[in-house]
């Protein structure tokens, strides 16, 4: 659980991470997920914001059971996939969660 205050230092950032839900048409476990993850893990650097929400769709939706390709994801996002290729697993593993081992 995160607190009030971080939704509200990071909703612009959360906003976007909805817009994005919205543009894959992810269920609502699958953005719950992704919040958890991306307010879990956001990096300092706003450059890196970005990457690191695109990498919480993912990881959120594949937990959820809704997936989307990386590539669907970069694009709805607006970032590279490699941008999520390279970050998904560690959102996982620091949330305590196994990645699959596909």
Known sequence: MH???????YEPWLE?????ADRLELSTEAR???VDLFLADVPDDDRSKRAVLAASVYAGS?????GRTQG??????????L????RW????????????QW
């Open 89 to 100: 697993k560690d959102l996982l593993e620091s949330a305590g969660l196994e990645p699959p």
């Open 83 to 86: 941008s999520i290729q390279s």
């Open 62 to 66: 594949l937990v959820a059971g809704d």
């Open 32 to 34: 719950s997920c992704a």
């Open 16 to 20: 976007e991470l909805e817009q994005v």
């Open 3 to 9: 607190s009030a205050r971080d939704r509200i230092e």
């Open 72 to 81: 669907t994801v970069a694009d709805a996002a607006d970032v590279s996939r």
